[in-house]
C-alpha cells in the first residue's frame, strides 16, 4: 500500500480493490453532485465496475505513468486527487480533483493539491501542471487560484458531459512558479533541469 500522510486529519493513498467497495458507495451515494462535472459517474453503476478501474489506477501508478490517490479525511474516504497521465518529454501532466459535499470547505482540496503538487515539482521533477476546470465549477476554479496556479485561457465547448458542452477554464503553473512562490528564500535553483 502506497500512502502518504499529509496532517493528523489527511491521508492520500493509491487505492487497492478492498476499497472497491467504499469507492462505489461514496460515487453512488455522490452521484447526483458528481454527475455535474465529472464524464464517468454513468460508467460505475455497481461495485464491480470499479475493479478495473482502479487495477488500471495501480498498473500507472507502477508503470509511473500517473498518479491517482484516494483522500482519507480522519481515516474517511472523501475523494481523490491525481496526476492523470505524466508527458515525461515535457515533464508536465494534468492536475484533477473531487470532493464528497460533505466534506467540502474544510481545506482539504487545496491541502491535498498543494501536497501532491510538491511532490511533482520536487521529486517527481515535473516542470509544468495543468489544471482544467469547469468554467461554471466555482469551486474548483477556486482551489486552482489559491494554490498560484495562473489562468492561461478559457476553452469553448472543451468537453461533451452528459448530453451538452461546458467550457474549460485553464491553469497553468510552473516549477518555476511554485518555487517562488512556496521556497521564496532559495537563494539559486536550477528550474531547467
Known amino acids: 500500500m502506497v500512502q502518504f ?9 493509491v ?17 447526483h453532485e458528481l454527475r455535474e462535472y465529472v464524464p464517468w459517474v454513468d460508467h460505475f ?3 464491480s465496475d470499479v475493479y478495473p478501474i482502479i487495477e488500471i489506477w495501480n498498473d500507472q501508478f507502477k508503470m509511473n505513468m500517473g498518479m491517482q490517490m484516494g483522500i482519507f479525511y480522519k481515516n474517511k474516504f472523501v475523494g481523490m486527487v491525481e496526476f492523470q497521465k505524466y508527458d ?3 515533464k508536465s501532466t494534468s492536475m484533477g480533483y473531487w470532493l464528497v459535499s460533505s ?3 474544510k481545506g482539504i482540496m487545496t491541502t ?3 501536497a501532491l503538487i510538491d511532490y511533482g515539482f520536487n521529486v517527481l521533477g515535473l516542470n509544468r501542471i495543468e489544471i482544467r476546470a469547469a468554467s461554471q465549477n466555482d469551486s474548483s476554479r477556486a482551489v486552482a487560484r489559491r494554490l498560484g496556479f495562473i489562468h492561461e485561457g478559457h476553452i469553448r465547448s472543451a468537453e461533451w458531459l452528459h448530453g451538452h458542452y461546458i467550457d474549460h477554464d485553464l491553469y497553468g503553473l510552473l516549477q518555476s512558479d511554485w518555487y517562488k512562490r512556496e521556497y521564496p528564500n532559495l537563494l539559486s535553483h536550477d528550474f531547467n533541469r
Open 88 to 90: 515525461w518529454r515535457n
Open 112 to 114: 491535498c493539491c498543494h
Open 45 to 47: 453503476q455497481s461495485e
Open 15 to 31: 487505492l487497492e480493490m478492498k476499497d472497491a467497495s467504499t469507492l462505489f458507495t461514496v460515487i453512488d451515494n455522490e452521484r
Open 5 to 13: 500522510k499529509i496532517n493528523e486529519n489527511i491521508d492520500l493513498k
Open 103 to 105: 466534506a467540502r470547505g
